[in-house]
Structure formats: structure tokens, C-alpha cells
């Protein structure tokens, strides 16, 4: 059977078509499909920059918050006191010590270079304590408030400068316990007048006992060395002193315990009274940097301070002889002063604000670690350095401290304060004071008289 010619023409070109149309469709999947994959790279390409300028963007935001936190706490902590005008003086003690030999001025500008660093090294411990609560806030205060005196120490004993560092934790238990706690007294005394103010008689009276064990602690080896009894000359006396170091060291340990567990504890005030301050007070009393912010700074003036220390103990017995000032007269007043420079302040303001708990755990109990702690502890670092370092402070320093640390007792004994009281403790200080200034120190070659 003949095939049609045209038939088979349309067939053929039907096939024809359909396989152009099946070309084209293939070809439109396939520009699809690349389209697609175009795009997602586009995409992706198009995304990668667009994450990078956020992320970036976030950096920069965060550096800005950091940065301008830090310009804050700067002018927080180095602009607003007037006081702070005196930190300059450090940096011009170094630059003086590296141009000239000038041992006064030496002295005499890293003294002021240290009294603003530990009022400020005080106001970060204050800081920090508002993040700790009232019982560690209160000991944190008492133990950053002595960290001078005890850097100062570590510098001298490290010297061999053994009479320095007796002499200037002796001058600042006498510091705390008549100058520091005599302006208080005198100024809450003047501005209530009119009544007498009260503190709590128990835990006065239990600092008073451990300032006397202290005393009894210092005592005994003097007395063993000037009577000549001692069963081993010099290494008796020794002996006694490091024993005594280590069980007042153990005393000191037991009272903190006690602070830190009993209910009745000496910084338990601190929170009685701030409750009941009314909300203006309660805004006042807000800190003012972050706990952290805390932390760094009382790292950095510690680190300073140590520095300045080591410029001041060096220029000690240059400026004693620049400035014809015994060298006891330096030790046991002047670098005391500086040292309880944030104590004094914060007892007197407290003791205006009719606050004399806190007072009286800033000026009693810092000298009471300064005689549970802080010499112990310079005896047994001594002993591990190999220094000779004891509790034999000398006849003249130890009577001074026992009849202060008498007259403190029997001023607290009644549990009230007035300007009165201040002013006789005040009076008190000012005997001490000129006592120093003309005595000579046996064990001091720069107070000895020449021999012709």
C-alpha cells in the first residue's frame, strides 16, 4: 500500500516540531536553572559583605561604649577631687630622683604623691565594698585603708631597714587610734553639741582587749632584752618575737571569723544606719563604677603606691639629714599621716553624720590589724627574707604605745563621745608627736651624735 506524500510530509514535519519544541524546552530548563544558580551566588556573594558591615559596625559600637566607659571612670577617679591635683607629685619625685640627689625633695614629693593615691585607693575599696556587703565591705576597708603602711614596710624591711618598719607601724597604730579618732570625736562632738553621741560599747571594748593583747605581745621581748634575761643572748628574744607573731596572727584569724559569722559583727552598724537613711541618702550612697571597675583601679594605685614607696624609703635617711629631722620623727608621725590619709577623712565624715559606728571601725579596727596583722606579719616575712625583724621595738616606743592604747580604752569604756574627749585624745597625740621629734633612737645611726 502506497504511502501519501503529503501525509507523510505533515507526519514528518509534526516530528519535526516536536523535537524543536523539546530542544527549546530543554533549553529554557537549562537557562532557568543557571539563572537559579546565578542567583544564588549573587546572593551569596551580595550577603557576605552585607554581614561583614554589621558585624563591623557592632565593633565599632561596642569600642565606642568601652572607650567612653573608660574616659568616665577616668575623670571619676582622677578629676573629681581637688585633692587628686597633688598625683603630679609622684612622676616629678622620679623625674627629681633621676636628675639630682636632692633626697628632701625627693622625700618630701613622693609624700604628697602618695596622699591623694590612698585617699582614692580608700574610695575604690568603699566602691568595691558596695558589691560585697557590709561585713566584707567593712574589712575591705579596714585592709586596703593599711595597705600604704604595709607596702611601705615591705620596701623598708626588703632594705633592711628594720627600725623604719617598726616605727612606722607603730606611728600608725598611734595615728588611728589618737589622731584619726580624735577628730572624729572633736568633729561630730562640735557639730551635735548638744547631746553626747553613742556607739556601741561592746565591740569598742573588744578592740580595746585586742589592742591590749597586742601591747602584752610587744612588751615582753623589750622587757626580756633590757633585763638581760634572756637564756640565749639576741636569739632568745628573737625566738619569743616569732612565736608570739604566729599566735597573734591566730588571735587575728579568730576575730575575723568571728566578724564574719557572728551576728553581732563590727561592721553590722554600717548597714543598720544606711536602712534607715531615707532614698535621697540611698542615692548618694550608690556606687559609682562597676565591681570590676573596682578591681582594675585598686589594682593599678596598689601598683602605684608601691612604686612611690620604693622612691620614698630610699630617700628616708637623705631627707633626715637634708632636713634635720630625726629619722624616729618621720617613721612614727610623718609617713603614718600619709598612710591613714582615706582613714582620717572617712571617720571624721562619718562621725559628722552622727555615723561613730563606722567611725570607730575605721580608726579602732584598722589598729587593730595594723597590731594583730600587720606586725606579725612583717616578723614572719622577715624570718622567711632571714631579717631579724622581732617585737622589740624599744623601751621609749613601747611605753609610748601602751599609755595611748590605756587612754583609748578608758575613753570608750562609757560607750558615748564628745568634743571633749576628741580634744584630749587630740592633745594626746600632739605630746607623742613632740616626744619623737626630740628622741633619739638607740638602734639609728642617723640619730646617733658623731663620736669626735
Sequence with gaps: MAKDPQFTGAKSHLEMGSLEGRAVLQLEDENLVNSKNNDRRT?????????????????????????????????????????????????????????TDHHGWIFFLSLLGIIPLAERLG????????????????????????????????????????????QSLLGSILSNTLLVLGCAFFGGGLVHSSKDQVFDKGNAVMNS????????????????????????????????????????????????????????????PIAEEEGENDGSADEEEAPEISKWGSIIWLSILTLWIA????????????????????????SVILLPIVGNAAEHAGAVMFAVKDKLDISLGVAIGSSTQIAMFGIPFCVVVGWI???????????????TLFMSVLVVAFM?????????????????????????????????IQDKPKKP
Aim: aromatic content about 10%.
Design 412 to 444: 570608750l569604756q562609757d560607750g558615748t563621745s564628745n568634743y571633749f574627749k576628741g580634744l584630749m585624745l587630740l592633745l594626746c597625740y600632739l605630746i607623742v608627736a613632740a616626744s619623737f621629734f626630740v628622741h633619739i633612737d638607740p638602734e639609728s
Design 209 to 268: 582587749g585586742l589592742l591590749l593583747m597586742a601591747v602584752m605581745g610587744l612588751l615582753f621581748p623589750a622587757v626580756l632584752h633590757f633585763t638581760h634575761t634572756e637564756v640565749h643572748f639576741g636569739k632568745s628574744e628573737l625566738a619569743l618575737s616569732r612565736f608570739s607573731s604566729c599566735v597573734m596572727l591566730v588571735a587575728y584569724g579568730a576575730n575575723l571569723f568571728y566578724q564574719l559569722t557572728s551576728q553581732n559583727s563590727l561592721y553590722m
Design 307 to 330: 612604686v612611690l614607696s620604693e622612691y620614698l624609703v630610699n630617700a628616708i635617711e637623705g631627707a633626715s639629714v637634708a632636713l634635720s629631722i630625726p629619722v624616729s620623727f618621720i
Design 385 to 399: 627574707m632571714g631579717r631579724p625583724m622581732d617585737l622589740n621595738f624599744q623601751l621609749f616606743e613601747t611605753a
Design 123 to 166: 574610695w575604690a575599696t568603699e566602691q568595691l565594698a558596695f558589691y560585697t556587703g557590709p561585713t566584707v565591705g567593712g574589712l575591705l576597708n579596714a585592709t586596703f585603708g593599711n595597705a600604704t603602711e604595709l607596702i611601705i614596710s615591705m620596701y623598708a624591711l626588703r632594705s633592711g631597714m628594720i627600725r623604719v618598719v617598726q
Design 43 to 99: 546572593s551569596s556573594m551580595d550577603a557576605t559583605p552585607q554581614i561583614s558591615v554589621f558585624d563591623a559596625d557592632a565593633d565599632d559600637v561596642s569600642c565606642k561604649c568601652m572607650w567612653n566607659n573608660l574616659v568616665r571612670q577616668m575623670q571619676i577617679v582622677l578629676f573629681s577631687k581637688k585633692l587628686n591635683m597633688l598625683i603630679p607629685c609622684g612622676p616629678l619625685a622620679i623625674l627629681v630622683d633621676e636628675l
